[in-house]
């Protein structure tokens, strides 16, 4: 794995402030989005298209994408659940879209209000329309490893899914155990069996840190081919139709065991450091990264 240089997807500005109680100034997140660019972010997820009654927090989606800076190189990604916020995103110039669809019907229900069939379909006209309109299109599937409403999910509801995602014309797939509770030889298990229909390069992981499995879980996932890892940064948020369910994964400890690893991805954990910090001050909660509070009390 050496020398190999490592994609990080830094999904804090949304999944992370969409769970987060206050909710901030459009100036606030785009300060951090900036400073994310700043600390080497390659691939950012800044905000959600979704409605303003399920999700308060990203209800400045259009203000926040307009005044935005556009650095190239950089991918900035908005989270669309249907053709009205994909058109609202691309009225805005957004160049990269994400859906996101479940390998649990329950959570299926409870996140976007309809079963999983129902959103497939959807999507498929989502992604058609985006494709039309060039737009790069990630797709997510949620509880891959256990739901809060179900509990265990077999590994074939999660490869029917992302099968769907990948062959309706999704450019990568983020496998996502959004209540962390999947442990490292289950996560590499499925990586496993979607990587026999699914490019491995075409493959991210997005593991939420509930249970404190997350960097075990992406080790083993890397074990098996996979560059493409979500993380956000200070381990900010959670999921707001998942109760329970903690921050991902910080990127302040996914980038320091890469880099200990000598892993490359092109990040400067210093100015990565400050930009958590600067996000949990204007929160006015305690920074979730161990490596940012170890570091940060040397100084
Ligand atoms: P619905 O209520 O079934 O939709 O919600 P509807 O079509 O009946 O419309 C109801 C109202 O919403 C209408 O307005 C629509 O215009 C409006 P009204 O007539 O009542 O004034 N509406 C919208 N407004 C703005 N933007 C839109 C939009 N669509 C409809 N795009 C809907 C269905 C999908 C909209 C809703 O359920 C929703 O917004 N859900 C989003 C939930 C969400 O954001 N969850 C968190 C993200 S997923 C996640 O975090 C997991 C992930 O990180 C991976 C992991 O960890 O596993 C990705
Ligand atoms: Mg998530």
């Not at 005044?67 to 110039?93: D, M, W, Y």
């Not at 496993?192 to 083993?220: C, M, W």
């Not at 910080?250 to 490359?264: D, I, P, Q, R, W």
Request: some cysteine; hydrophobic content about 40%.
């Amino acid at each position: 794995m050496n020398n190999r240089m490592i994609k990080i997807v830094e999904v804090g500005p949304r999944d992370g402030l969409q769970n987060e109680k206050s909710i901030l100034s459009t100036e606030l997140k785009l300060n951090l989005i900036h400073k994310l660019m700043d600390a080497g972010l390659k691939t950012i997820e800044v905000t959600s298209f979704v409605s303003p009654k399920w999700v308060p927090q990203m209800a400045d989606h259009t203000e926040l994408v307009m005044q935005l800076s556009k650095v190239a190189g950089v991918r900035t990604i908005a989270l669309v659940p249907n053709e009205k916020g994909l058109s609202n995103a691309t009225a805005v110039g957004a160049d990269s879209i994400a859906v996101f669809a479940a390998a649990s019907e329950s959570f299926s229900q409870k996140n976007i209000n309809c079963s999983i069939a129902q959103s497939l379909d959807n999507f498929k006209q989502v992604i058609a329309q985006a494709k039309m309109q060039k737009q790069w299109i990630r797709g997510y599937i949620s509880c891959v490893l256990g739901c809060p409403y179900e509990g265990h999910i077999a590994p074939t509801q999660v490869l029917n899914v992302a099968n769907a995602l990948y062959n309706a014309g999704c450019d990568e797939i983020s496998i996502g155990d959004t209540i962390g509770v999947g442990t490292a030889k289950q996560a590499q298990s499925l990586i496993r069996d979607l990587k026999s229909s699914i490019p491995i390069e075409k493959l991210a992981v997005h593991f939420h840190d509930t249970y404190g499995q997350a960097l075990a879980n992406i080790y083993a996932c890397m074990e098996e081919g996979i560059r493409i890892i979500d993380s956000s940064v200070s381990g900010l948020g959670g999921c707001p139709y998942a109760k329970g369910a903690s921050g991902n994964v910080a990127t302040e400890e996914v980038v320091y065991m890469l880099h200990g690893m000598g892993l490359k991805t092109g990040i400067n954990l210093e100015k990565l450091i400050n930009a958590g910090q600067y996000i949990c001050d204007a929160l006015n909660i305690k920074n979730r990264s161990k490596v940012a509070n170890a570091l940060l009390s040397k100084k």
